[in-house]
């Protein structure tokens, strides 16, 4: 069948542990174990154990940027602040400017920090365009769920029984977890 994924342990070769899939939990217990921070998302807790599975030392922690929420009031013609915090201020702008429909959608608030400097101005014009695009992109921490949207999108009228065992074989393999037609073999072992 397949070769076993390897434990999770202090002499496992970064470039195998990143070859397989490790649950969340199975990445916080390790983190923990060694001493390691085990909070944050799991593709830092992937880098924070690469880093120490590398060098036997954990990852500095990066340094915090001080967010000050804004309390003044927002104009058009306000300059949008560098580490941007969405408050209720931001919120009541964007209300009062767009309509009570407004949303802080996340391709939204990804914009705004990446547009510092920008006027408010520039945000209202551009707002329409963002909140009318359908995000079809799943952010990569989640991969389980990319695979089994990939599985239906090929797969139309197949089971999610059927899906998931393709990702419980898919995920013990070494390499990426993206879904591919060959995965089916995997109901052939049912």
């Known amino acids: 069948m397949t070769e ?25 217990i390790f983190c923990q174990e060694q001493g390691l921070s085990k909070s944050g998302s799991k ?45 209720e201020v931001h919120r009541a702008f964007f209300k009062q400017e767009l309509g009570k429909s407004f949303t802080f959608k996340v391709s939204f608030q990804n914009w705004l920090k990446a547009n510092s400097g920008k006027t408010y101005r520039e945000a209202i014009a551009i707002y329409p365009e963002i909140a009318a695009k359908k ?29 998931i065992t393709c990702w419980k074989y898919k995920k013990a393999l070494p390499g990426r977890n993206n879904y591919q037609t060959e995965d089916l073999c995997a109901l052939d072992f049912e």
């Open 43 to 87: 593709a830092e807790l992937n880098d924070r154990i690469e880093h120490f599975l590398l060098t036997g030392e954990a990852l500095a922690k990066p340094k915090k940027v001080k967010k000050i929420a804004r309390t003044d009031r927002l104009t058009p013609e306000s300059l949008i602040e560098e580490n941007i915090v969405f408050s």
């Open 4 to 28: 076993e994924r390897p434990k999770l342990q202090v002499d496992l070769n970064p470039a195998v542990f990143r070859k397989y899939y490790y649950l969340k939990e199975e990445l916080q």
């Open 135 to 163: 995000s079809l992109k799943i952010d990569a921490q989640f991969e389980y769920n990319t695979y089994i949207r990939d599985f239906f999108a090929e797969n139309r009228g197949s089971s999610l029984q059927d899906a």
